[in-house]
């Protein structure tokens, strides 16, 4: 039990039973007038049920339109918004938690300033162009949706603020505060971070004034500081109020430095506030939005918290991927007061509430595929790739929660993700299920997919616990024919048989050491029946066959251990197809010591991953040294080297050393397997990767689909 993460905390007035707080989370949910109607209510309601002690809102627009980073942001700025915004508050009390509101103005992410014309808010001209450096490894596609959510396909225009906008700035925030409270809010926060109006203020980076905000990091805090004293002066003292912070920004030069934070942090308690939120700020196109502040490395801004906590009297708020082990440990170091989190909450609305109820190996985890965020670059509502509810709780919920009252008899084939899914959710709500597996364990491509990548493990681990725990007949090494079904004698087959690869034309793909992602999978796992055994040299089929006697093959972390000491691959790697899964073997093979070359016939690899991953992915194999070969086509694998050229016209015929091969490409859907399923006249609906490949979020949103669509 995480007794401290658990315990109860008071930041000013306000009493949380516990210490978890989820994150602000722009999710877009809200119409393009920036009102708060049911599809919002019913978002927040599922998470305050779920246990957290605070919900902290979204970002909301304290002086909407103006400000605004999507016109899908609440709106905070006039009477207008007072009925949905009480209406928010009391949901949330009513479901048993407490609710503070975020309020920002997003200065130069201010997208919908520029969409409707406005000026862009900031401290300074900036000296550098709102443009990224470095390969921007974002497709044609998404780079036109990010400049049409951006509002421009041209330059946005700048406004350097006046002493009289800053001074109608604090004024529209104070009044937007004291709205906030007048709805019922148990607390504001004033969004100070990620790159918005006041860290650009706080940023040496972004603002190079030379009256009273700008030169000491004294001035630089003034502004945030004069909206704090103004909120405080309209909430009065008991009201419970506090700002976000950037502890660092990333990777920017002359950008906040953690000293800076933290000295901003005691002229914020100075100024009234009675906590200190702690996230952080890097570059937001490229790799950087993966250090700050959508962080990939586990509790990546705990040091800073702990520096900030060191200075100031108030409880220390800290985000940034922090498991609730890791958040206990934080809390009971004295390093911070609350955690808060985000995308595991997306994930998993009931985490906290799992948590107290010792059930920690329900709680459905964070995959960190950064689809969630993805999706407000585009000015689209945010999904979850694990959790297929998220966002659609209007219309979802009630279905999930409610039994059905025509029960049917189902046959779910594959135990891949869609069909744990499937099988989870039917059974969830009272249809009887029987799962057959052709495999001797559940997991399907998920279990090779959790060998490179840990959190998949997580994921595989959730989803067959569940399952385990369910009321369905689970047949493992059931091959499921014409004569299955029949046996069986389902209402609806749901076939989630997962996809076939097609055959490499490319020269010397049947040579021994090409592999498919089969059969490396089989070698890896011990799984399936190709003869990729006989590829191996003796010392290599032994140790294999060790694995799989040792039960060493069983499990994706021992596995990934093990491999560091022994893969069935030689030094230098040819990965063809610089998908996700090339990719993510990429990371893999590197970590182990490899050589690695990934050929790509498109012009930007990772395609599958969301975009923010696929920064960070691409940004730390090119760190480590392996060569991406976008737009390449392969001419010839031979004994030790694969022969390539690149797309563009008049490229040279280039060569690479490569002692192993591994295709990653060729995944199609499985129309075969599922006519034969059909033909045993039964009603077939195909989920996951049989019906074309659509990776894990597209598996389980096709399972829940499913399973809720069966009455
Ligand atoms: C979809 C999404 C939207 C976010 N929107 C906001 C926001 O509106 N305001 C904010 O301060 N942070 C926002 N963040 C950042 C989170 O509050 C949090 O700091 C970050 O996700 C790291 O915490 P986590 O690892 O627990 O998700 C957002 C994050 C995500 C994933």
């Not at 350097?160 to 009044?175: H, K, M, N």
Request: aromatic residues 4%; glycine residues 10%.
């Amino acid at each position: 039990m995480l007794r401290n993460l658990l315990s109860p905390v008071k930041i000013g007035n306000l009493e949380l039973p516990n210490r978890i707080a989820m994150a602000p989370m722009g999710v877009e949910i809200v119409e393009a007038d920036g009102k708060i109607r049911e599809p919002v209510l019913k978002y927040y309601e599922e998470r305050a049920r779920g246990g957290a002690g605070l919900l902290i809102s979204e970002n909301t627009a304290a002086c909407y339109p103006r400000g605004a980073n999507s016109a899908h942001e609440i709106g905070v700025s006039s009477d207008d918004f007072l009925p949905g915004l009480t209406a928010l508050a009391d949901r949330v009390h009513a479901a048993g938690s407490r609710i503070a509101i975020q309020l920002a103005h997003h200065g130069k992410v201010g997208r919908l300033d520029t969409q409707q014309g406005r000026e862009l808010l900031m401290p300074s001209m900036p000296a550098k162009q709102l443009r990224p450096s470095g390969p921007l490894d974002l497709t044609l596609e998404e780079m036109g949706l990010m400049a049409k959510a951006a509002g421009s396909e041209g330059k946005p225009k700048i406004r350097e603020a006046t002493a009289q906008d800053l001074e109608a700035l604090v004024s529209d925030f104070a009044d937007a505060a004291q709205r906030a409270q007048r709805a019922g809010f148990d607390a504001i926060e004033i969004h100070g971070a990620h790159g918005y109006i006041f860290s650009e203020f706080h940023s040496p980076a972004w603002n190079f004034r030379t009256d009273e905000y700008g030169g000491p990091v004294e001035n630089r805090a003034r502004l945030l500081c004069n909206v704090i004293r103004a909120c405080r002066a309209v909430l009065g003292e008991g009201f419970s109020l506090w700002a976000r912070i950037d502890a660092i920004e990333f990777g920017v030069e002359n950008g906040i430095v953690p000293e800076d934070a933290a000295r901003t942090a005691e002229l914020l308690e100075e100024a009234g506030v009675d906590a200190v939120h702690v996230s952080a700020y890097s570059d937001p196109i490229g790799p950087g939005f993966t250090r700050g502040p959508i962080v990939h490395k586990p509790s990546g801004f705990v040091d800073y918290a702990a520096i900030i906590k060191q200075r100031v009297n108030v409880p220390v708020i800290v985000s940034g991927r922090i498991e609730p082990e890791d958040g206990d440990r934080v809390i009971r170091e004295g390093r911070a007061d609350v955690i808060s989190m985000g995308r595991k909450l997306l994930a998993d609305p009931e985490l906290p509430r799992k948590l107290a109820e010792d059930r920690p190996e329900d709680i459905r985890p964070c995959i960190y595929c950064y689809i969630c965020v993805a999706q407000p670059f585009f000015d689209r509502r945010v999904r979850c790739a694990v959790n297929a509810l998220a966002a659609n709780e209007i219309e979802d919920a009630p279905r999930l929660r409610e039994k059905t009252k025509s029960p049917k008899r189902v046959l779910v084939v594959g135990g891949g993700p869609a069909g744990l899914e499937a099988a989870g959710v039917a059974a969830e709500r009272g249809h009887e299920v029987v799962l057959c597996e052709k495999g001797a364990k559940l997991g399907g491509t998920l279990r090779f997919a959790a060998l490179p990548y840990e959190p998949n493990e997580r994921l595989l681990d959730y989803l067959v616990t569940r399952v385990s725990k369910l009321p369905i007949d689970v047949r493992l090494e059931c091959e499921v024919t014409p004569d299955v079904v029949r046996e069986i004698a389902p209402d609806i087959v749901l076939a989630g048989v997962g996809p076939t690869r097609a055959k490499s034309t490319i020269e010397g793909a049947d040579l021994p050491h090409v592999f498919d992602g089969d059969s490396l999978r089989d070698l890896l796992t011990g799984q399936g029946d190709s003869d990729a055994e006989s590829k191996l040299s003796l010392t290599g089929r032994l140790a294999v066959r060790a694995g799989r006697l040792t039960g060493l093959t069983d499990d994706p972390a021992t596995l990934r251990k093990a491999s560091k000491a022994y893969m069935p691959l030689g030094k230098s790697v040819a990965i063809v197809g610089g998908g996700l899964v090339g990719c993510e073997l990429a990371e893999f093979l590197v970590e182990r010591g490899r050589e690695v070359h990934v050929f790509e016939s498109e012009s930007v690899l990772a395609q599958q991953m969301a975009h923010p991953r696929r920064w960070r992915v691409l940004h730390d194999l090119r760190e480590a040294g392996a060569h991406l070969h976008a737009e390449s086509e392969i001419l010839e694998i031979t004994a030790g080297a694969v022969r390539f050229r690149g797309r563009a016209q008049g490229a040279a015929e280039e060569s690479v050393p490569a002692d192993s091969v591994v295709i990653a490409e060729g995944l199609t859907g499985n129309p075969e397997m599922v006519a034969a399923l059909e033909s045993a006249g039964v009603p077939v609906r195909v989920i996951g990767d049989a019906s074309g490949v659509g990776y894990i979020d597209g598996a389980i949103a096709d399972g829940f689909r499913a399973a809720l669509d069966l009455d």
